[in-house]
């Protein structure tokens, strides 16, 4: 008897226990079941006047989970459209009239913004984003380069189902082993926008093709699509409007100075004639700001470890001294594009590679006397120190080429 009381009292306390932990375990009040939402991979803002157009990708669940695609009919995303004189927020909850359910953004990948409304300011449109408290802040922003966000959208890529992740995964892929374009989030974005002496920028996205036929599913069929996606350097804003574009090159001097760079070919011409390419596998840099006398002053420091990837120089390169001159004619050719990049910076008056945030830090006193005039006045005649060091490790399985000796044959 005793023993079936004590069971008795361990099964009671356990009932107990377990009904408590019930009463503190809660559901979330604000949960949607899938079947009720539709999953957003990517949006798009242009505006035309007093108009924007909101663009929503929305996935397709039913062609993503199965292998044949709904025989092939089907498409793996839909784009949705609503042009409306509200805000983008009341334009995201029309998208609704058309989409049959409420649009889930949580996991956007991409933004896209249309080169009109980046002319006129993207002030407004991130104040709508960062305002979500269902919106993470993790998702690229890129800008269309002589097209609109709405189409962009439309492209459908061969080597990605979803095009958002196309444009996701090739970004991340062309600033690490190209240094063409950078990735900027919306946290990035809204801190260049409000450090003092510095502008932000957006990596540029143009469509190469025709857009109508990119919009087709047979574009993903072909062995040369009708329209492709292509990264192409970056936008560049004076303070939230874009002014103007940086090259690719002009971009890899950006990513130089931020410290981006990771995996990155540089082509130069050899001492002795001809040409060759070198692949950054490491970089460093250190830069200072500062004011002498009054006048704002600033000095880059690039340190850098490469190998030779292609060679087709006509002096070999099996002696020591070569090898030093190669490295020398490597960082004249950096610090080079390096100071074009910032001259341009200059002339369009836009502080891109942030030398105004750089002494507002090391002189913050001294900063508020020109921080009104810094733009106009004082970043346009900023004096730049640029000095690269590189050191070329590796030239491959070979040393020299073979061409020059198939000249001599």
């Excluded at 939402?37 to 669940?61: E, F, M, R, W």
């Excluded at 993503?64 to 009341?90: K, M, Y």
């Excluded at 025709?210 to 492709?228: E, F, H, M, Q, Y």
């Excluded at 810094?374 to 030239?395: Q, R």
Aim: net charge positive.
């Amino acid at each position: 008897m005793k023993g079936s009381g004590e069971a008795a009292m361990r099964h009671l306390v356990k009932l107990t226990v377990t009904f408590m932990a019930l009463l503190l375990l809660t559901g979330c009040w604000s949960r949607k079941e899938l079947n009720e939402l539709s999953i957003a991979s990517a949006l798009g803002i242009d505006k035309h006047g007093d108009k924007y157009t909101l663009s929503v990708q929305i996935v397709n669940p039913s062609v993503i989970t199965t292998v044949t695609g709904n025989n092939g009919i089907a498409l793996p995303v839909v784009t949705r459209d609503i042009t409306s004189t509200e805000t983008l927020f009341a334009a995201l909850r029309e998208v609704t009239r058309i989409a049959s359910r409420k649009v889930y953004a949580s996991h956007i990948q991409m933004l896209v913004i249309g080169e009109e409304l980046a002319r006129e300011g993207i002030a407004p449109a991130l104040d709508f984003l960062s305002r979500d408290h269902a919106m993470r802040t993790d998702f690229f922003i890129i800008v269309a380069k002589q097209t609109t966000a709405e189409n962009i959208l439309k492209i459908l890529t061969p080597l990605d189902n979803i095009p958002s992740d196309h444009l996701h995964s090739s970004l991340i892929a062309a600033e690490k082993n190209w240094g063409g374009t950078t990735q900027i989030n919306l946290h990035d974005l809204i801190y260049d926008l409000l450090s003092p002496g510095a502008d932000p920028v957006l990596a540029a996205l143009r469509i190469k093709g025709d857009t109508r036929a990119g919009a087709l599913k047979s574009n993903t069929a072909r062995i040369t699509p009708a329209a492709l996606l292509s990264y192409e350097g970056l936008g560049a804003f004076d303070n939230d409007r874009l002014v103007s574009w940086y090259t690719p090159q002009e971009t890899k001097a950006y990513n130089f100075l931020k410290g981006k760079i990771k995996s990155v070919p540089v082509s130069m011409s050899c001492p002795g004639g001809g040409k060759a390419t070198i692949e950054i596998f490491r970089s460093g840099r250190k830069m200072k700001g500062s004011i002498v006398d009054g006048q704002p002053q600033a000095s880059v420091h690039i340190k850098a470890e490469a190998n030779v990837a292609d060679l087709e120089c006509e002096r070999p390169l099996s002696n020591l001294a070569a090898m030093k001159d190669m490295e020398q004619a490597a960082a004249q050719n950096i610090e080079a594009f390096i100071k074009a990049a910032i001259h341009k910076s200059q002339q369009l008056k836009t502080d891109s590679f942030g030398f105004g945030d750089m002494i507002y830090r090391s002189r913050p006193k001294q900063w508020k006397k020109i921080s009104k005039e810094w733009k106009s006045v004082y970043f346009p005649k900023l004096k730049v120190d640029v000095v690269a060091n590189i050191k070329i490790g590796g030239t491959g399985s070979v040393t020299d080429s073979f061409l020059p000796k198939m000249k001599e044959k």
